[in-house]
């Protein structure tokens, strides 16, 4: 998603050692690629892609978020010998806009197994997207939710945005293959509320500067830009 605004390529060149980058959309991916970015991509949806969006080899190693039945049906279209595609199936839980709930996960991972089997895609796996992982209470809930929809099943696992990769109860790598996905805390900013990237050890990968036209004050009541009142006297 154009890399929270600093720009995917200047992401890109900031990131050559990751172990894998994750984007929004199709576009995206073709970008990278053309860029030069040889590693794992992640694509956070699959919805309204075709096969034949699938089948170009020129994509390199892709890893699908299958998030609807749509792309489940799509990969199914697909041609075996398939080893640069991975498919993560994904929970739906507490976020419940995309994904698969508790009732149709596991029909829709017994589907991409049965593609494994064929060889339409390399693996098979899970991935959750937290949503409320700046809250311990609610972090804990969402992983046992998901682990026990999930923990009995074969395959890797990604999970772990930046909040719950900063907070007190850190994600932790179950098995190999296990993904962990940082957004935010890449470009320095915390995603902990009350909590600044600085004091996480962070770095700003951009500064924001403007020069101070003018200082006024204004009384109680008074407008302030397009109808916005300030309850109280401010100055300098």
Known sequence: ANAYGHGLLNALAALQHADGLCVNSLDDAICLRQAGWQGPLLLLSAYGLRPSDLADPCLGELHLVIDAPDPLHALAQLQSNSPRLHAWLRY??????????????????????????????????????????EDPQSLVEERQAFMQTVGKLPGPHSTGNS?????????????????????????GASARPGCTGSQLGLRPAMHLRARLTSVKRVKAGQTVGYRTRLDSQIGP
Request: aromatic share 8%.
């Open 92 to 133: 739906a839980g507490r976020l419940g806009g995309q994904g698969f709930e508790d009732s149709t996960y596991p029909a829709a991972f017994e589907q991409l197994q049965a593609l494994l089997q064929a060889r339409i895609i390399k693996q098979a796996g899970h991935l959750h997207h937290y949503a409320a992982a």
């Open 163 to 187: 909040a719950a990769l900063c907070g007190d109860l850190p994600e932790g790598i179950h098995k190999p293959g296990h993904w962990l996905r940082c957004g935010l805390l890449l470009y």
